[in-house]
């Protein structure tokens, strides 16, 4: 192993890396000052797979809380980002959310909670989407029907057809 070095590390707790499939963007949670919360998700981007990353940035309030934001897991298309949190609103302990963007050079939109197909009254995290974008795995705590006290599990992922490429899937896309 080699370690990634600064500016990626920091004096403060970085952990949870996820590599986008071009190689060219890192997300990682870190505690690193200038965040909101105890951790937030950051990413650290370099122009072409043979160059240092840059200085990792915060992707802000729209994605990150006061709270514990980590564990992103990027899809291969960098359209769709998983996330464990810790937000009043949970369900559980922490739980699972994502965020989309319509291209890789535009800003995330508002997270969604995965719900209650995926999270329960317990903790959900390590979120990771297969390749090909049809299931996510993860991991939960003391999930009837587990076998351990952490267990993975999966789902799989329906599909959104967004056939106005607007970003939202609703009556205007289905007349199209």
Known sequence: PV???SPVNSSNPDSASSISADGLSLYLDSG????YGWADIWVAKRATTDE????????GLTINTEEHDAQASISSDGLVLFF????????GGGDLWYTRRTTTSEPWGPPVNLGETVNSSVSENYPKISADGRTLYFSTEDLPGGVGSYDQWQVSIDPIVDLSGDGIVDTAAMCI
Do not use: A, D, T, V
């Not at 690193?32 to 965040?35: A, D, I, L, M, T």
């Not at 240092?52 to 992707?59: F, I, K, R, S």
């Not at 810790?86 to 369900?91: A, F, K, T, V």
């Open 84 to 91: 464990f949190c810790l937000r009043p609103e949970n369900i």
């Open 52 to 59: 240092p990353w840059g200085e990792p940035e915060n992707l």
């Open 32 to 35: 690193r000052s200038g965040g």
């Open 3 to 5: 370690n990634l070095g």
